[in-house]
């Protein structure tokens, strides 16, 4: 039986390294939880909150992650979000992801890290138990909460956090809330330390946020967003020199208003500029899309190939913050599952 092109594409294998869990909440859990747990009990404020679930704000994210995050009181509520996303991932064929979370949004609402931490770990076994996926976690550290910089990178470099499965940390948030300076000892810190370092900016962003300084003070291992980044030669030259990775939502541009269309992204651009493309969706539950969504744009939308598409996700294996050993079993994986499906499915009988 032939198979189109679009359903190769959901069959091959996947890595996701920017899947933020307070931007992977299902809603109508989230409103469970919130009405066990005593919040929305007036009639008036579940309303509100259904429609702002229903619809979410993209302009308004940061304060919804937030938000909804102080709804989950009790350790099963922050496992099952976890278990939830991983079984998402599951359902796209993702073989591996590094999910981002932002422990004040839990610290600072009665629960202590340690704790925090088993919940989100009780749910990354029951995902890999169940649905065979690997999952590790970075540390947030958003720009309007400089102080937790320090403290993120010490859980980051702890031994009980490695063994968590904590892999790095990510400069995050609203830009333009703080100047990528305010930053840069934790990120010296982290350096000196072996924690890899991403950041997510925006070339178009306020100018204390812009992408330049944030790649020049800060020297993340990875660059979330990059939107604008065809404008500036120069940093685009720094970045395929030095073969930094660039996580790019081409939903995140679209829901933001960056772009009109995935026709309007510079993709091809920056593949024929030899960047580290990866494709990621960090926030499913506000853009309204999945890394399957994003990886069917690439290529019906954006013009590129089912080997192009094939190298971005051998460039996320790349990318990943997983041991040596570990990245290369995940690459012979990737190409394994890749091979069987378009060995079973040859495109010329799409």
Request: a negative charge; aromatic letters at 6%.
């Amino acid at each position: 039986m032939t198979m189109s092109v679009e359903d190769i594409i959901r069959a091959l294998p996947r890595v996701e390294l920017f899947l933020q869990l307070e931007g992977a909440y299902s809603a109508q859990r989230l409103l469970v939880i919130a009405g066990q747990n005593g919040f929305l009990e007036d009639p008036d404020s579940l309303a509100v909150w259904q429609e702002k679930l229903d619809s979410p704000d993209p302009a308004s994210r940061y304060e919804l992650m937030a938000e909804t995050s102080r709804w989950l009181d009790y350790e099963d509520d922050v496992a099952l979000m976890v278990y939830e996303a991983g079984l998402a991932l599951a359902r796209q064929n993702v073989l591996y992801a590094e999910i981002h979370v932002n422990t004040l949004h839990f610290t600072e609402h009665r629960w202590h890290f340690e704790r925090l931490l088993q919940s989100l770990n009780d749910g990354r076994r029951r995902a890999e138990v169940a649905w065979k996926i690997d999952i590790r976690w970075v540390l947030s550290i958003f720009r309007d909460q400089p102080r937790h910089a320090d403290e993120a990178v010490r859980i980051a470099s702890s031994k009980d956090g490695q063994a968590a499965g904590i892999v790095g940390i990510c400069l995050g948030g609203p830009e333009g809330a703080q100047p990528p300076g305010q930053f840069e000892r934790a990120f010296r810190t982290a350096a000196r330390k072996g924690i890899p370092a991403a950041v997510h900016s925006n070339a178009d962003a306020a100018l204390p946020g812009n992408l330049r300084e944030a790649l020049e003070q800060l020297q993340p291992q990875r660059l979330n967003g990059g939107f604008g980044i065809d404008r500036d030669p120069q940093l685009m030259d720094f970045m395929a020199q030095d073969e930094l990775p660039l996580i790019f939502s081409m939903s995140e541009a679209l829901a933001l208003g960056l772009v009109n269309s995935f026709e309007d992204y510079p993709l091809k651009q920056l593949v024929d500029a030899g960047l580290k493309l990866v494709p990621a969706c960090g926030m499913p539950s506000v853009l309204g899309a999945t890394l399957v969504d994003e990886q069917l744009a690439v290529v019906q939308r954006c013009g590129l190939g089912l080997d192009e598409l094939q190298q971005l996700t051998l460039n996320a294996v790349a990318a990943s913050w997983l041991p040596e050993g570990e990245k290369a079993d995940l690459e012979n994986g990737v190409r394994e599952r890749t091979q069987s499906v378009l060995t079973a499915h040859p495109e010329e009988e799409v």
